[in-house]
């Protein structure tokens, strides 16, 4: 992620915001516990204290596993069989789920910049969720419009050059982004889950046409 390191203040930002929703008024500890760890990952390679690659992803992995399994994150179907029936097993399902969530995270570092193209696509799903299903009962519209609305006061910064995202950033509010869409995935039968799929597809297609590249 290419940006000025000393700058890379963005995620602490979004962070005071997740920490107000999910401690303060909802009072969601374990949530917020998984984002501010994985926050905390990217903060260290901010300040250059965790450097190595395979480190942080070696990190991420095993908190990821960990919190999916602690706060029940899952998925219920693809509308795909045959990955259907593998992630009807518990321990499948959280493996499969942790594997989205990692590909999310490291996507959407990837495609983190100066020119604000991670805040601007989180901003678009958030505003496609806004005008889409205001109506839905487990969207909340309160929340949603506060989010959208921190999110152009970070890009804001970012475009006149005061502010990034830096890996903290970029971290924290993909790993946030893919848990709610998840849980909103699940709590909305109605809603295709490719739907979701196209939704967050960028940074993923992004970070594997990126790997198959180098191979």
Do not use: H
Not at 38 to 60: A, M, T
Not at 118 to 127: D, E, T, V
Not at 148 to 156: A, E, N
Request: one cysteine or more.
């Amino acid at each position: 992620s290419s940006k000025l390191k000393s700058n890379s203040i963005g995620g602490i930002f979004f962070l005071i915001f997740l920490f107000y929703e999910y401690l303060v008024i909802d009072q969601n500890s374990y949530l917020f516990l998984i984002l501010f760890s994985i926050f905390l990952i990217g903060f260290f390679s901010d300040i250059k204290k965790l450097n190595s690659v395979s480190l942080r992803f070696f990190l991420q992995i095993i908190l990821i596993l960990f919190f999916v399994n602690i706060i029940g994150l899952e998925i219920k179907n693809t509308r795909i069989e045959f990955i259907d029936t593998i992630i009807s097993n518990k321990i499948a399902n959280t493996i499969f789920v942790s594997f989205c969530l990692m590909v999310l995270v490291n996507g959407s570092n990837f495609i983190d910049g100066l020119n604000g193209l991670l805040l601007k696509y989180y901003l678009i799903i958030y505003l496609v969720i806004l005008f889409s299903f205001n109506q839905t009962p487990y969207v909340d519209t309160d929340f949603i419009i506060s989010l959208i609305l921190i999110l152009s006061i970070i890009l804001l910064f970012n475009l006149l050059g005061l502010i990034y995202m830096g890996d903290s950033g970029a971290y924290l509010l993909s790993i946030f982004s893919g848990i709610y869409l998840i849980n909103f995935s699940f709590n909305n039968q109605d809603i295709s889950p490719f739907f979701i799929i196209v939704l967050l597809w960028y940074p993923c297609f992004e970070l594997l046409f990126s790997m198959i590249r180098r191979f």
